[in-house]
């Protein structure tokens, strides 16, 4: 099994990982000679949407994947609630003793745990949706996670990535995506789909809200639908860092189609980048992936791209045709060939006339290829049509030879395992009352008494006397990115230097920004997303005093994790908590002011540091739950005092979020 770097792949470069959601693409990645590719099991993974693979699929496919010298990276990448732990316990003994993955990718700190306890010896990999970039969060990682590699953050340029590299201790790397789709929110800091729809990106069922249309003042836009990334021919600057050991192609909802053209286009950049010709044929493989419009983002620093254009589609695929004639008989005309076996997508995903058309035999341009309208809405005339996949013959041929040699590889018996997760030893719950901490940008009175909590800015450090820096709860930013390290970093020490000594951490390795000299009493912050008692115990052991636990939580998962938890627990009762964080706004959105969804959800965004806040226009609220979140243990109460800009009107709503329906 390749546990290494495989053999083909030239001195110095890094491997190519390609995504696979399905048998076919991942079929397509070995085809097209991806160094390693990427997928995930039918549960905890984070493309839920995916059709993935059982155990025994990807037993074979990864035997297959190994004799022809391609690494399989496993990818376990979800938020894991207690009632998880067990079933996922059983699953990840499953998977290693049936599959033994050259790489598990991970963002629940619970899953470091439950591979180590079944035995996984080999990479363990630290997902994006960690949200692990900035520089000072590496050696922590390292020291306290022991993984291999980070899959850092889509947001950072090329000086910002070197910066990452730098900081890079022996023994660990770093992961890059170069193609593929963007989220508008950062990674991890995203809840736009649990809050709106309760299906959780961190769960891996993300419903894209961000890609509906939404209205401010104008006509109704796409305001928040990214392009896709594209490094294309930068990548040639990302070879030269070694830090930088894969290059990730994002896509596990992809066809093969796009699979096998988008790890063909990059081979040929990393391997034969210098000979001009050889450019130009990996553009034309890109341009034919089937993949968004594209962007490099921010990715050269002196010329970064806004990857927001409202007024241009954003659906995936290649646009070849639009709908024509009644809609109780349309029909599609084609600008290029359609090939038999091609996939369509009329119109886009959110419109009542989304369809998906299979195409059975070849159309040429100009032809007419006819379709039944569906039934819960009807394809208007002009409705743009995508070619959202392609079976060409040669690629078909290709995927024909590896399913022949698939075939003759013996499914292994799954021997199911009962999971069986050692849980930490609790800590003694209090049987006092919890305690209140009102958390503001800015020092002053609220209407809650309770303590004082203050996220950390220049100006809220300077509002703050010297004789209560030791009484105020100082939080950090949801997000910390290069750019604002160093700021974040002396805000920090000059707070150590004034006295305060109650930190809030909304990411653990923000623990790297203090030196570690000081007595410090350190709480994991509510945007940690931790639910379960495994993740708690690494924490505890790291020297966290706390945490505030995921908002994100229903009833069960809430009134569970106290009696079972390592370290004494807070959580957001109440307040603004936002749908999103995002580096980026399109320049037709106005901040502070609403926005509207076509079902009437409002919204408006902020800017605090480098983050753009996108924050519904009602407020969470578990109050009404306070005795029953006491009686199971919690002892602090937040109540998150956000400023509301005066066009923006609150909506009276019950604010409960997942608590009814459970996190899904």
């Known amino acids: 099994m390749p546990k290494q770097k495989p053999s083909h792949i030239p001195e110095g470069a890094p491997l190519i990982l390609a995504p696979a959601g399905n048998r076919a693409s991942f079929l397509a990645a070995l085809a097209a000679g991806a160094d390693a590719v990427y997928c995930g099991l039918k549960s905890y993974s984070a493309r839920a949407e995916a059709k993935n693979f059982t155990i025994p699929e990807l037993a074979a496919l990864t035997e297959l994947a190994h004799r022809h010298g391609m690494r399989v990276h496993t990818a376990f990448n979800v938020m894991l609630t207690m009632g998880d732990l067990e079933q996922a316990a059983g699953l990840m003994q499953d998977l290693v003793r049936t599959v033994q993955p050259d790489a598990l990718i991970v963002q629940d700190l619970a899953m470091i745990t439950l591979a180590r306890a079944s035995g996984y010896t080999g990479e363990l990999h630290l997902s994006t949706l960690a949200n692990a970039g900035f520089a000072g969060a590496l050696p922590w990682i390292h020291r306290h996670l022991a993984v291999d590699q980070v899959v850092i953050p889509r947001e950072l340029d090329i000086d910002e990535i070197r910066t990452l590299a730098a900081a890079c201790p022996e023994g660990l790397d770093l992961e890059v995506f170069v193609h593929g789709a963007l989220c508008y929110g950062v990674s991890g800091r995203c809840y736009w789909s649990s809050f709106l729809g309760g299906k959780s990106g961190l769960r891996g069922r993300c419903v894209q809200p961000c890609r509906r249309l939404y209205q401010q003042r104008s006509a109704p836009q796409r305001h928040f639908s990214c392009m896709d990334l594209s490094h294309d021919v930068l990548v040639k600057v990302l070879r030269t860092i070694p830090r930088v050991k894969t290059w990730k192609i994002e896509g596990r909802k992809k066809g093969p189609h796009y699979v096998y053209h988008t790890v063909a286009a990059y081979r040929m950049l990393r391997d034969e980048g210098h000979d001009p010709q050889k450019k130009r044929e990996a553009l034309q493989l890109l341009e034919q992936a089937l993949g968004r419009p594209a962007s490099h983002y921010r990715f050269l620093p002196q010329r970064p791209q806004i990857p927001l254009q409202p007024g241009t589609p954003t659906g995936s695929g290649l646009m070849i045709g639009t709908v024509k004639g009644p809609a109780h008989n349309p029909t599609i005309v084609p600008r290029k060939p359609l090939l038999a076996g091609d996939v369509l997508r009329v119109g886009y995903e959110d419109d009542a006339g989304h369809a998906i058309v299979r195409v059975r035999q070849p159309v040429p341009p100009g032809g007419r290829l006819a379709f039944k309208p569906v039934r819960r809405g009807k394809a208007a005339s002009r409705t743009p049509v995508f070619l959202i996949d392609r079976r060409a013959p040669e690629l078909t041929r290709k995927l024909a030879d590896l399913e022949t040699e698939l075939a003759a590889i013996a499914v292994p018996p799954t021997d199911r395992h009962h999971g069986r997760a050692r849980m930490p030893a609790a800590v003694r719950l209090k049987k006092t009352p919890g305690r209140d901490m009102v958390v503001g940008r800015t020092a002053g009175r609220s209407a809650i008494e309770g303590a004082q909590g203050l996220w950390v800015s220049p100006r809220a450090v300077q509002q703050v006397k010297a004789?209560?820096?030791?009484?105020?709860?100082?939080?950090?930013?949801?997000?910390?990115?290069?750019?604002?390290?160093?700021?974040?970093?002396?805000?920090?020490?000059?707070?150590?230097?004034?006295?305060?000594?109650?930190?809030?951490?909304?990411?653990?390795?923000?623990?790297?920004?203090?030196?570690?000299?000081?007595?410090?009493?350190?709480?994991?912050?509510?945007?940690?997303?931790?639910?379960?008692?495994?993740?708690?115990?690494?924490?505890?052991?790291?020297?966290?005093?706390?945490?505030?636990?995921?908002?994100?939580?229903?009833?069960?998962?809430?009134?569970?994790?106290?009696?079972?938890?390592?370290?004494?627990?807070?959580?957001?009762?109440?307040?603004?908590?936002?749908?999103?964080?995002?580096?980026?706004?399109?320049?037709?959105?106005?901040?502070?002011?609403?926005?509207?969804?076509?079902?009437?959800?409002?919204?408006?965004?902020?800017?605090?540091?480098?983050?753009?806040?996108?924050?519904?226009?009602?407020?969470?609220?578990?109050?009404?739950?306070?005795?029953?979140?006491?009686?199971a243990g919690y002892q602090w109460f937040v109540h998150l005092d956000e400023p509301v800009p005066k066009r923006v009107k609150l909506k009276e709503r019950a604010g409960l979020w997942n608590w009814n329906i459970g996190l899904k």
Not at 500 to 515: E, K, S
Not at 530 to 547: C, D, H, K, V, Y
Not at 573 to 582: E, H, Q, T, V, Y
């Open 467 to 631: 004789s209560s820096m030791s009484t105020v709860w100082w939080w950090l930013s949801p997000v910390v990115w290069p750019a604002s390290e160093a700021e974040t970093a002396g805000l920090v020490k000059r707070l150590c230097k004034s006295g305060a000594r109650r930190f809030v951490l909304n990411a653990p390795w923000q623990a790297g920004l203090f030196d570690g000299r000081d007595k410090l009493d350190l709480w994991a912050g509510p945007f940690c997303n931790l639910a379960n008692p495994l993740a708690l115990e690494t924490l505890r052991q790291a020297g966290f005093s706390g945490a505030f636990v995921s908002p994100e939580l229903g009833q069960e998962a809430f009134l569970d994790l106290p009696r079972n938890s390592p370290l004494p627990l807070g959580m957001v009762i109440a307040g603004m908590w936002p749908l999103c964080l995002s580096r980026v706004i399109s320049e037709e959105v106005k901040l502070r002011e609403p926005f509207s969804s076509p079902r009437g959800e409002k919204a408006w965004a902020s800017r605090y540091d480098d983050n753009y806040w996108i924050f519904p226009n009602w407020k969470l609220d578990f109050s009404r739950h306070r005795r029953l979140l006491e009686k």
